[in-house]
């Protein structure tokens, strides 16, 4: 009978016919993480394998924004050069509170010590970085500008802990999707150090003995299991599990709004957990995720305010999108508007046929048309219209550049409603990990030869209430390259020829 080979079981040494391949260093997973880890990995020496299940490298960074949230060390030559100073204390204490209940102090304090160098290395790598900063709102630059606003730095509550400054550094294209050309660049450099790529190559389970130690990983390619030893460790780099509806159900239900339209390549099934798990590796978070339902640019829209089916506001709207949406999720029901009037009247550039849910003369006929409670909107508005006045916003802490009275018919209100507007997003939570890439068991101890990096571990996004754009990226790429050292410097196992027991 022909074995069955699953991610949530490992498959034991004792049990392996022969080794089809060998290699000092096995990757799995071809995005950031995957292609750094590589990149480190053979330059110090190492012979690298990567597995990829698509047919080409890039995975979700592919389709990202290609940015990069970087910063510390007195400001990137990028943020100097558009007049910013950026602390390692302001950076790293913006990263401690974005980091969120439970945020990793260590891999916080190595990212912050170490973005500049970081930055450096990732333009070594040939990565574009035209050097020009665009201010405003952008979800990315549609310019190929590098220097943007990708948080809530200036947004209360981080603007309170931490001096804002823009972090967000795109690498140089026209229009949307740069992490192509970080991805294309990164892929090239690796295969141009040696690096083995197997595509439409599906990990199906790891190899370890009677003590969890990994020595390997069976793969589907071409219709077959293949057995492949690694001999100094295995990196885990495939990805969350947004994609897989049933650990979703079981770790993060609220990310199932999420699901229907998730931010990735469409591989993050979770294969790459299951598969750290199934060794004792213990996980963290994994009820965290990241959603949103943009609302600019155009950034005017954020001179807006939303409100609730009660009629009340409930969040800064100059926040960052996500940290909005998980708002808006945390809603009755999920439902939210954004209210406007003539003299800032937008839609999203990322929705523009979204619902304008009601329109009237007055916020009464407004308040009357979306049915909420009599007199509550209108309470709202006027209470916000004066704190505009003011120039304060003492519920919410808006900066006073976003706050102008709404007072300019016709109003509108644009619908945040989950039928109207469905949430886009992935998955935070994952193994638990050493900054330098050993996965943990749940005593904390390292399981030999088992490494992972990028959005398959619990990194420094882990709470989505804080997530910046670019710091996926930006953990992936700079953990990736630790985990690529680490395994690249332990002792290959010794070879024991062609038959694995």
């Known amino acids: 009978m022909t074995a069955t080979y699953t991610p949530g079981t490992p498959c034991r040494l004792a049990d392996v016919p022969h080794w089809d ?5 096995l990757v799995v997973g071809f995005g950031i993480a995957g292609a750094c880890a590589a990149i480190e990995a053979a330059s110090a020496g190492a012979s690298v394998t990567v597995l990829e299940v698509a047919s ?11 940015e990069f949230y970087l910063g510390g060390g007195g400001g990137t030559p990028v943020q100097q050069a558009a007049g910013f100073e950026d602390s390692t204390e302001d950076f790293a204490s913006y990263l401690r509170l974005s980091g969120g209940p439970g945020v990793d102090e260590e891999r916080v304090g190595l990212y912050a010590e ?14 574009p970085f035209k050097g020009t900063f665009l201010p405003g709102k952008w979800l990315e630059p549609m310019t190929d500008d590098t220097l943007i606003w990708s948080g809530s730095e200036m947004a209360w509550p981080f603007s309170a802990v931490a001096k804002p400054a823009p972090r967000g550094h795109a690498a140089q294209m026209e229009g949307m999707g740069a992490g192509k050309v970080i991805m294309d660049l990164l892929a090239e450099r690796a295969l141009g150090l040696g690096v083995r790529a197997e595509f439409d190559a599906r990990a199906l389970s790891l190899v370890a003995d009677t003590d969890n130690a990994v020595q390997g990983l069976v793969a589907r390619i071409d219709g077959q299991p293949r057995f492949i030893r690694a001999r100094k460790g295995v990196i885990l780099c495939a990805g969350g599990f947004i994609c897989n509806q049933e650990m979703l159900r079981r770790f993060a239900p609220e990310a199932l709004v999420a699901a229907e339209v998730p931010t990735t390549g469409g591989n993050d099934d979770g294969s790459g957990i299951r598969m750290g798990m199934s060794v004792g590796g213990a996980v963290s978070h994994m009820h965290e995720f990241f959603a949103t339902k943009p609302l600019f640019p155009p950034d005017n829209m954020v001179r807006g305010i939303f409100v609730n089916q009660r009629g009340q506001r409930f969040i800064n709207e100059d926040a960052y999108h996500g940290r909005i949406c998980r708002y808006i999720l945390r809603q009755p029901e999920g439902r939210a508007w954004l209210l406007m009037d003539n003299a800032i009247f937008a839609r999203p550039d990322f929705r523009p046929d979204i619902d304008i849910a009601a329109v009237g003369e007055s916020w009464e006929e407004v308040e ?5 409670p009599a007199g509550e909107l209108v309470h709202t508005v006027e209470r916000y219209n004066a704190y505009a006045e003011a120039g304060e916003d003492p519920l919410f802490h808006k900066h006073t550049q976003w706050m102008q009275p709404l007072v300019e018919p016709p109003f509108a209100a644009l619908s945040f409603c989950p039928e109207d507007y469905p949430a886009t997003g992935f998955t935070l939570g994952g193994l638990t990990t050493q900054p330098t890439g050993e996965v943990l068991d749940v005593d904390g101890q390292p399981v030999p030869g088992l490494y992972a990096a990028g959005r398959t571990t619990c990194g420094l996004p882990r709470w989505g209430e804080g997530y910046s754009s670019g710091i996926s990226l930006g953990d992936g790429s700079f953990f990736g390259r630790l985990a690529g050292r680490t395994v690249a410097a332990r002792p290959a196992a010794d070879s024991d020829s062609d038959q694995a027991a």
Do not use: K, M, N, P
């Open 56 to 66: 080409t490298w890039g995975g979700s960074a592919a389709l990202s924004g290609g």
């Open 368 to 372: 009357t048309d979306l049915g909420l």
């Open 114 to 127: 170490g973005a500049l160098d970081h930055f450096r290395w990732l333009q070594e790598q040939g990565i």
């Open 21 to 25: 391949a060998e290699t000092d260093v």
